[in-house]
Nanobody, 123 residues
């Protein structure tokens, strides 16, 4: 069992930056595929970024603005978000799974989810 705890969400003006962190409870997390999803009010959960099988993936909507990274020594994954837009407003979820599925964009491929952290971007 892996427990994930996100932090770093908040309110930011458009054009600003935030860094989300996700701390994992197990050291074996370092071998897991991991990523970030988000869900805006009234919308379906959507893929944001993932690192799986040694490859990093981004949704088109965040490519060039967001960066996913990990610090294995701290069992922590980060999502650096720059040039934020009001449409980035959502609850952001950290995810992890021991498999490295080719369907990295699919929520059902991840067994472990954090509780979510709210990001609000004002215009």
């Amino acid at each position: 069992q892996v427990q994930l705890q996100e932090s770093g969400g908040g309110l930011v003006q458009a054009g600003g930056s935030l860094t989300l962190s996700c701390a994992a409870s197990r050291r074996t997390f370092t071998t897991y595929a991991m990523g970030w999803f988000r869900q805006a009010t009234g919308k379906e959960r959507e893929f944001v970024a993932a690192r799986s099988g040694g490859i990093t993936y981004y949704a088109d909507s965040v490519k060039g603005r967001f960066t996913i990274s990990r610090d294995n020594a701290k069992n922590t994954v980060y999502l650096q978000m720059n040039s934020l837009k009001p449409e980035d407003t959502a609850v952001y979820y950290c995810v992890a799974d021991p498999r490295h599925s080719s369907a990295y964009y699919a929520p059902y491929e991840y067994n472990y989810w954090g509780q979510g952290t709210q990001v609000t971007v004002s215009s």
